[in-house]
Structures are given as structure tokens and as C-alpha cells.
């Protein structure tokens, strides 16, 4: 990991393409210009970059659809739309000019004012290169930059008042769930019972977090850390103070697949591979 870190760190620093290699596959990325981040938040209120790309794949599958229905008049509504759409890269973003090749549109216009669709749809296929190859060279990591979600500005602050960081927060849950699992085993019943308490309060307590990016949105932290979990939290306490061992181990399996693991699935992961591509952020 610490090979792959210190890769992405020079060729970011640098701008220079780097292929780390590892058997017999390679991956390259490619900084996208600074000037991007005009595109996106918080620079710009929406995702301009973004929703632009979106704009472009539909007018390319509205001008395939209806070159195969020899609509003439339904094509030269899209592709005056492309034309707008597409120029917008280079205009967007100047140091992409070369990444385009706006001449396309033009002849593309006439083959369909012609009704010529092979030659409508061998130009869209030349489009469709100069998408790909951007692509191939700039996604990945743009995504990464603009629009993978950051954990580090969160805090959450406990009963004292006290501000904690997520990873704080982790490092609580984490132990929490060994010191359960280490008492349920070595019959040290009382400790497992605290712990099962400080687990539940962390977990009280990250779910302040989660509208700092689900906005008014409740369902995302019903799912996680909705009824059932404190159902099953609140089983795990009286299922500890009556000694039952395998019942509250059963429990702790239960909590660790539909809290942690359902959470990781969709938040770990992508910050674990951001912070992959972007080591010095
Ligand atoms: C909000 C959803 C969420 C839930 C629920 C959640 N985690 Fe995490 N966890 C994260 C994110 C995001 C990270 C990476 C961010 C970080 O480490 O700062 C992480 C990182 C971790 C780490 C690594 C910490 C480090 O030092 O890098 C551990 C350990 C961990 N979680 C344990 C747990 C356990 C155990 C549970 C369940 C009791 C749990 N997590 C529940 C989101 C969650
Ligand atoms: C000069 C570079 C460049 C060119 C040319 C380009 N794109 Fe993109 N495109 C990007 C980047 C960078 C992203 C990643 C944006 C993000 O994730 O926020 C992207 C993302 C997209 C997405 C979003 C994919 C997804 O579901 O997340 C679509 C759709 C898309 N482009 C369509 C097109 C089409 C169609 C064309 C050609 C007509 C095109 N793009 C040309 C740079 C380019
Ligand atoms: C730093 C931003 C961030 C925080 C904090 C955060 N999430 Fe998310 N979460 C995301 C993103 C981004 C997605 C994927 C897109 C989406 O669904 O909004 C997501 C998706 C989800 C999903 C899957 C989609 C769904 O609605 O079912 C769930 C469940 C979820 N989050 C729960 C939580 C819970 C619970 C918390 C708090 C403990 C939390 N999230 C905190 C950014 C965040």
C-alpha cells in the first residue's frame, strides 16, 4: 500500500503519467488540470463538470436512435445540442482543447442533413473515441477528487460536550465489540456488559454525523442504525446479564454484518480508495 501511495504522491507533484505495474496489468491516471475545480463544489454550486457529461450521453444516444429511424429532424435537434455541449470542454477547461475534436460536429451535421446514417453513425463512433480516451486517462481520479465523500472535517460531540473525530469514533467502536467479544469468552460477564453500553453510546453518537451529508434524508440512518439495531443492542444487554453466551455472541455476528459491514461497504471503501489516489490531501 505504502508503494502505491508514494507512486500516486510523485506523479501528482509531478503531472507526469506513472504506470505502477503489477502482473502484467498496468493502470496510469492522469492529474486533471486545476482549472476543473471551477466545475465543481464548493468552487460552483452544482457539479457543472458532471451533469454537462450527462448531457453529452444522451444527446449521443438520441442522435444513434434516431439516425437508425431515419429522423432527420429529431438528429439535428440533438446534435446542435452536442455541438453546444461538446465545445463547453474546451471552454470549460481550456487545457482539454486537444482532448476534443469539434470539426466532427460540422460533418456530422451534414451527413445528417444527407440522411447518410452509416456515415452519421461511423462519425459518432469517432466522437465516442475522444470520450473514451478522456476518460481512460481522467475519470478515475476526478471522481476521486471531486466527489468521494470526506470524513476528516466531521465531528461528533458527546454527552460532555467533548468533540470526537469518525476515526476516534471508529477506534471506540472497534474496541468496544473486542472487549465484548474477549469477556463473552472469558466469562467476565460484568466487562462485556459495559462494553455492550459504551458500544451502544458510540454508535448513538455517530449517528449524529450522518446528516452532515444526508441532508434531511432520515432513511440512510434508519437502515444502519435504525430499530432493529437498538432492538438487537437492547437484546445483547439482557442477553449478557442473564449469562446467555451464545445468544450475545450470535448478537455481536448479527451487529457486525448489518451495522459495521453494511456502513464499510458503502463509506470505507470509496474514503480507503480516495485516500489511495490521494495520499497527500
Ligand atoms: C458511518 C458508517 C459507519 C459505521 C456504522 C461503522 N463504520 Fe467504521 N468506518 C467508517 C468510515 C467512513 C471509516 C473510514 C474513516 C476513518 O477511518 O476516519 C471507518 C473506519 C473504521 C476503522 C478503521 C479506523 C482507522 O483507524 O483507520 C475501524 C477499525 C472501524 N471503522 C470499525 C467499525 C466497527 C467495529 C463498527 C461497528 C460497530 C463500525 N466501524 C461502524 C464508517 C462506519
Ligand atoms: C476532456 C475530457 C473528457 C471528454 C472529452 C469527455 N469526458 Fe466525460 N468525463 C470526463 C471526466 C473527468 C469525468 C468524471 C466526472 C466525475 O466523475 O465527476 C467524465 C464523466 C462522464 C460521465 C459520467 C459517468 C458516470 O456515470 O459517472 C459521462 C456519462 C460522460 N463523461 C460522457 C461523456 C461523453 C458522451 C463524452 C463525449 C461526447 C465525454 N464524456 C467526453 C472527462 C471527459
Ligand atoms: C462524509 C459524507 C457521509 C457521511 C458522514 C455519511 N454518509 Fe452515508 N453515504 C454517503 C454517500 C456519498 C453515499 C452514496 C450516495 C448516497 O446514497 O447518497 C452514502 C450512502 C449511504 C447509504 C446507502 C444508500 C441508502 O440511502 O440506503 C446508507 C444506508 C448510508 N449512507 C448510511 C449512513 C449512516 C447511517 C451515516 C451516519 C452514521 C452516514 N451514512 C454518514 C456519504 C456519507
Redesign the pocket.
Known amino acids: 500500500m505504502k508503494f502505491i501511495s508514494i507512486f500516486f504522491l510523485v506523479f501528482l507533484v509531478s503531472g507526469v503519467v506513472i504506470s505502477p505495474v503489477h502482473a502484467g496489468n498496468s493502470i496510469s491516471l492522469d492529474a486533471p488540470p486545476a482549472s476543473l475545480a471551477k466545475w465543481y463544489k464548493p468552487a460552483n454550486k452544482r457539479q457543472v463538470w458532471l451533469h454537462t457529461m450527462f448531457k453529452l450521453r444522451r444527446e449521443m444516444q438520441a442522435i444513434a436512435e434516431y439516425a437508425e429511424q431515419h429522423d432527420r429532424p429529431g438528429m439535428e435537434k440533438w446534435i446542435a445540442r452536442l455541438e453546444k455541449n461538446y465545445n463547453k470542454i474546451a471552454e470549460m477547461v481550456p487545457e482539454w482543447e486537444k482532448e476534443i475534436k469539434p470539426r466532427l460536429l460540422p460533418e456530422l451535421k451534414m451527413f445528417a442533413e444527407k440522411g447518410d446514417t452509416a456515415r452519421v453513425k461511423k462519425t459518432l463512433e469517432m466522437i465516442q473515441r475522444t470520450c473514451d480516451d478522456c476518460h481512460s486517462d481522467y475519470q478515475p481520479l476526478v471522481t476521486a477528487m471531486y466527489?468521494?465523500?470526506?470524513?476528516d472535517d466531521?465531528k461528533v460531540k458527546d454527552a460532555k460536550g467533548v468533540a470526537h473525530s469518525?476515526e476516534d469514533n471508529m477506534e471506540e467502536l472497534s474496541r468496544s465489540v473486542n472487549r465484548i467479544l474477549i469477556a463473552l469468552e472469558d466469562g467476565h460477564n460484568a466487562v462485556a456488559l459495559k462494553a455492550s453500553q459504551s458500544l451502544a453510546t458510540y454508535?448513538e453518537l455517530?449517528?449524529?454525523?450522518?446528516?452532515?451529508?444526508?441532508k434531511n434524508?432520515p432513511?440512510?440512518?434508519?437502515?444502519?442504525?435504525g430499530k432493529e439495531t437498538q432492538q438487537r443492542l437492547e437484546s445483547l444487554q439482557a442477553n449478557i446479564k442473564k449469562g446467555k453466551v451464545k445468544d450475545s455472541q450470535k448478537l455481536m455476528g448479527e451487529i457486525g454484518v448489518s451495522v459495521c459491514a453494511?456502513?464499510h461497504n458503502?463509506?470505507r471503501i470509496?474514503y480507503d480508495l480516495r485516500n489511495a489516489l490521494l495520499p497527500n490531501e
Do not use: K, M
Open positions: 466527489r468521494s465523500p470526506h470524513y466531521i469518525i454508535l455517530l449517528g449524529e454525523s450522518c446528516n452532515s451529508c444526508h434524508d432513511h440512510p440512518r434508519e437502515r444502519i442504525l453494511r456502513c458503502t463509506h470509496v
